[in-house]
């Protein structure tokens, strides 16, 4: 059913792109959105700060028109994931306390072994380092039919039983990509992994995210820039959304966000969703 629903969805937003006109007006402050222009002077911004990140061209026939032949999407290479997001919540789900403020946001913070004290939810929202932004629940996703959570739990124990053998952590390396979503005027994040035997992944990636946003917005779908193998993609429905509500947060600390730091400020969030790939986005953007 999930499937099916994905596809209608994808044929719908794929009639409405080409029936669309081109943005022109900028909503960065008001909706969180970019125009193309706005996106392509983000990712300059990006790479000019992070020259591990590069703009490409990808496959002629399917460039956007909106977008410069040579600034089709951002994309940064080898990207190392050294444990799966299901370790991470392991190793410290005894350190860590989450409570879900009034925006539907996921806070953690680290409590003590003994006793928690009460938390102050306004202040810990404004804590850059304790922040973990939840994705609302109303995309649609394929990942979660029973087959996909058998594979990936099969997958998860056979590479835990291999490291368990030799004691060698298997570090997977990813590479990251980011296009314009023209129907959500948002950047759109796709994800394609290798095992350490350099092989793609395809279902694993899954555990490369925290489990509240695969079960809801991850799928596997083919690039929009890039031939070959699916690839994991974050799909982009409150993308807009959420970078309102920190766009938001950093104008009621003092800040002035720019459409020049957008792209420091959706990786930061994205950092919530796939904490365990360590790609650069190096400036530092306090909330």
Not at 2 to 20: C, D, F, G, Q, T
Not at 51 to 61: D, F, K, Q
Not at 84 to 95: F, G, H, S
Not at 159 to 178: A, H, M, P, T
Request: aromatic share 6%.
């Amino acid at each position: 059913m999930h499937k099916i629903k994905n596809e209608i969805n994808k044929a719908y937003r794929s009639v409405a792109e080409k029936m669309m006109g081109e943005m022109s007006e900028s909503t960065f402050l008001t909706k969180g959105q970019l125009t193309p222009d706005e996106f392509v002077l983000a990712g300059d911004t990006l790479v000019d700060k992070c020259p591990t990140w590069s703009w490409e061209a990808g496959s002629e026939s399917k460039r956007n028109p909106s977008l410069p032949d040579d600034k089709q999407f951002l994309i940064i290479h080898d990207v190392p994931s050294r444990m799966r997001a299901k370790d991470l919540i392991d190793e410290d789900k005894n350190q860590i306390n989450e409570i879900e403020d009034e925006d539907g946001w996921v806070i953690a913070e680290q409590k003590e072994k003994t006793e928690i004290e009460d938390i102050d939810k306004e202040e810990i929202k404004k804590e850059e380092e304790d922040e973990i932004v939840d994705i609302d629940d109303e995309c649609d996703s394929d990942d979660d039919d029973d087959d996909d959570n058998i594979l990936a739990k099969k997958d998860d124990e056979d590479e835990k039983k291999e490291d368990d053998e030799d004691g060698v952590v298997r570090c997977r390396r990813y590479n990251i990509s980011l296009t314009y979503d023209k129907y959500y005027a948002t950047p759109r994040l796709w994800l394609q992994g290798y095992g350490e035997d350099k092989e793609p992944l395809d279902k694993q990636m899954f555990e490369d995210v925290m489990a509240e946003h695969a079960k809801k917005t991850v799928t596997l779908e083919k690039h929009t820039h890039i031939d070959g193998p699916k690839q994991a993609t974050i799909h982009p429905c409150e993308h807009a959304n959420v970078m309102k509500k920190m766009i938001d947060v950093m104008m009621e600390n003092g800040k002035e966000p720019t459409v020049d730091s957008y792209m420091f400020i959706f990786l930061k969030f994205l950092s919530s969703v796939i904490p365990t790939i360590q790609y650069d986005y190096t400036t530092d953007i306090e909330l």
